[in-house]
């Protein structure tokens, strides 16, 4: 059945909206994934903060245009759904995630991060980034390393002289 110009307005608002908050987008073709694995997908991406839409690609494209972006959009082909977040990392990270998960069926086209228009490898890279709590581990691990060494080195001198 066909959208009429209404629906088409009233999508474009929507994505526009979404778009509105968003510090990072994720532009995802998604083929073949089953209707459990989709709804299992959107509970995760919306426990993250993540918001997911799928829309024509027509409209979307629209609603990208709207927020003027710097760069070059990536190819759009297939089925096109976009996932926005305010975190920049956030949206990236779980998309990806569910990518490694459903192989072929799900894949990372390109996206928006903090304004500027990057594409599949560039986004890869975004994705893989750990999380906040994971770098504060990773850096007070770095910092307490040195420390911890020094520990045990005056610990085998003391025993060395007992």
């Keep these: 059945m066909a959208i009429t110009k209404e629906q ?45 839409k799928v829309a024509k690609k027509t409209l979307i494209k ?9 760069g070059t959009m990536p190819e759009l082909v297939g089925e096109l759904a976009m996932a926005a977040s305010a975190d920049l990392l956030d949206s990236a990270r779980e998309v990806y995630e569910f990518e490694k998960k459903f192989k072929e069926k799900i894949t990372i086209m390109g996206g928006v991060f903090d304004g500027v228009y990057k ?4 986004m890869l890279v975004i994705a ?24 045990r080195a005056l610990d085998q001198i003391a025993e060395k002289k007992a």
Excluded at 28 to 38: I, K, M, P, Q
Excluded at 62 to 70: C, F, I, S, V
């Design 8 to 52: 088409k307005k009233e999508i474009t608002a929507g994505l526009t909206s979404t778009l509105g908050d968003a510090s990072s987008v994720v532009l995802v073709n998604f083929h073949g994934l089953s209707v459990g694995d989709t709804v299992a997908m959107r509970r995760a991406l919306r426990a993250q903060n993540v918001s997911f």
């Design 62 to 70: 629209r609603a990208l245009d709207t927020k003027g972006y710097e």
């Design 119 to 122: 594409n599949r490898e560039e």
């Design 128 to 151: 893989s980034i750990p999380g906040r709590d994971t770098l504060y581990a990773q850096f007070l691990q770095l910092i307490s390393s040195p420390v911890s060494g020094f520990v």
